[in-house]
T-cell receptor, first 113, second 114 residues
């Protein structure tokens, strides 16, 4: 079946540090890939997405590239801020009937001033 | 534009009491609807999904049930809550059959069973 694996953390960084959160997936067919962010006490918000191989999703300084050859979608940001502290979820979607989203376990990021 | 409403935001219920959480979506038709649970410090667990009125699929055996009485209404219920039902419950919707569209989440319900 489809699955998503990501580093669970917690990840603690100083402000302005470089961030990488690894994500790899297993899926049949050609999934779309997503990163969601969850701030404390809130629901999930879409951060970025990529729908085909070699696409790069980007938003708010975050980037991730859809790598089909390595089945990965690693999240990166060059300089994190305290306000980036949140839980980040990698997810995939396949065009199957009904359930078509699979989420990773989430990675908690804490950015210290 | 589409919006999703989920309520209540927080809930404290005694063990053995019933539960009803409601989720409604506006601005779209025939969405896929989902209920997820997020236990403290853990990832998302898909509980139920629905592709249409009256069509419910359950992912895990549990003390909960779901219903979809209307196209844009999704209800999560329990007849008798257990302590282990505590968690953060999230409703979500997506476009039916679209693999390149994202899931849109409600703000969640924090349920504490005491």
């Amino acid at each position: 079946g489809n699955s998503v694996t990501q580093m669970e953390g917690p990840v603690t960084l100083s402000e302005e540090a470089f961030l990488t959160i690894n994500c790899t997936y297993t899926a049949t067919g050609y999934p779309s890939l997503f990163w969601y962010v969850q701030y404390p006490g809130e629901g999930l918000q879409l951060l970025l997405k990529a729908t085909k191989a070699d696409d790069k999703g980007s938003n708010k300084g975050f980037e991730a590239t859809y790598r089909k050859e390595t089945t990965s979608f690693h999240l990166e940001k060059g300089s994190v801020q305290v306000s980036d502290s949140a839980v980040y979820f990698c997810a995939l979607s396949t065009d199957n009937y009904g359930q078509n989203f699979v989420f990773g376990p989430g990675t908690r990021l804490s950015v210290l001033p | 534009s589409q919006t999703i409403h989920q309520w209540p935001a927080t809930l404290v219920q005694p063990v053995g009491s019933p539960l009803s959480l409601e989720c409604t979506v506006e601005g779209t038709s025939n969405p896929n609807l989902y209920w997820y649970r997020q236990a403290a410090g853990r990832g998302l667990q898909l509980l139920f999904y629905s592709v249409g009125i009256g069509q419910i699929s359950s992912e895990v055996p549990q003390n909960l049930s779901a219903s979809r009485p209307q196209d844009r209404q999704f209800i999560l219920s329990s007849k008798k809550l257990l302590l282990s039902d505590s968690g953060f419950y999230l409703c979500a919707w997506s476009v039916w059959g679209g693999s390149n569209t994202e899931a849109f989440f409600g703000q969640g319900t924090r349920l504490t069973v005491v």
